[in-house]
T-cell receptor, first 114, second 112 residues
């Protein structure tokens, strides 16, 4: 069975602090894809990153970085020097080549306090 | 502009009154999907479609129907809505199942 766990329900940080959002996934498939989405207070869902299971390279995009570790089945997301505009709910998601479904975690609500 | 549109954006209805939420995409995507979002539960997939005339159940299909007669449209049908279907619904599309999905703006449904 496929599953995504985001154990952190809510996180609050003060502006300019770094914050890491955890994502742990479960799958027996060898080929799978991991995603992060952002849902700001306005409600839309914004795609942030996609990773396939064969590419364990970490990725950095501006203040955002992602750490993919197959050994621990984790795909964590770090925001460096957080800003108020980072306040949102962040979802981690998984899809696999067998099954065709998407599995989302329950989300982490991040509040950045000015 | 590439987009996924949903209509209506807000809907209040009564138990048992059939309704349809439309979803349309203009990106020629093969994969389309419906989700519901509930507090504390994240997004749960209701139905998905790999292509025209190919649909399958997600994790929470009970009480819903879909159809995919054209590539661009993927309506969600609630034949007899019940209060437990009160939720925020999102439609999404992607080129293939393994790619990132583009989401519509959401439809907030209240069933009384």
């Amino acid at each position: 069975a496929q599953k995504v766990t985001q154990a952190q329900t809510e996180i609050s940080v003060v502006e300019k602090e770094d914050v890491t959002l955890d994502c742990v996934y479960e799958t027996r498939d060898t080929t799978y894809y991991l995603f992060w989405y952002k849902q700001p207070p306005s409600g839309e869902l914004v795609f942030l990153i996609r990773r396939n299971s064969f590419d364990e390279q970490n990725e950095i995009s501006g203040r955002y970085s992602w750490n993919f570790q197959k050994s621990t089945s984790s795909f964590n997301f770090t925001i460096t020097a957080s800003q108020v505009v980072d306040s949102a709910v962040y979802f981690c998601a998984l899809s696999t080549n067998t099954g065709n479904q998407f599995y989302f975690g329950t989300g982490t609500s991040l509040t950045v306090i000015p | 502009e590439a987009q996924v549109t949903q209509n209506p954006r807000y809907l209040i209805t009564v138990t048992g009154k059939k309704l349809t939420v439309t979803c349309s995409q203009n990106m020629n995507h093969e994969y389309m999907s419906w989700y519901r979002q509930d507090p504390g539960l994240g997004l749960r997939q209701i139905y998905y479609s790999m292509n025209v005339e190919v649909t399958d159940k997600g994790d929470v299909p009970e009480g819903y129907k879909v159809s995919r007669k054209e590539k661009r449209n993927f309506p969600l049908i609630l034949e007899s809505p019940s209060p437990n279907q009160t939720s925020l619904y999102f439609c999404a599309s992607s080129p293939k199942q393994s790619y990132e999905q583009y989401f519509g703006p959401g439809t907030r449904l209240t069933v009384t």
